[in-house]
């Protein structure tokens, strides 16, 4: 294999690598603390009760909330993609 041949098959493995953490295939997987913090920044509520549920291969965190003007509301959080 010529140098500049090797150049560009290290460079194609770099582009797909790149290509593949820009689209969250790597990404870690969301904590139920991390979702819980997010709807209490999000709602300004006070987070009721949290339900971890497995849909197939996808995980998503049910959150019961309390909103400031006294509703109550689910949010629902993926986990993984």
Not at 26 to 52: F, I, M
Request: one cysteine or more; glycine letters at 6%.
């Amino acid at each position: 294999m010529t140098s500049q041949r090797c150049f560009r098959v290290i460079a194609s493995a770099i582009a797909i690598t790149a290509a593949l953490a820009c689209s969250g295939v790597w990404a870690s997987e969301v904590s139920a603390q991390q979702a819980v913090d997010k709807v209490q920044r999000d709602t300004n509520g006070k987070v009721l009760s949290v339900q971890t549920l497995q849909i197939g291969k996808r995980k998503i965190y049910r959150i019961k909330v309390l909103t400031g003007d006294g509703r109550v509301k689910v949010v629902e959080v993926k986990a993984n993609d």
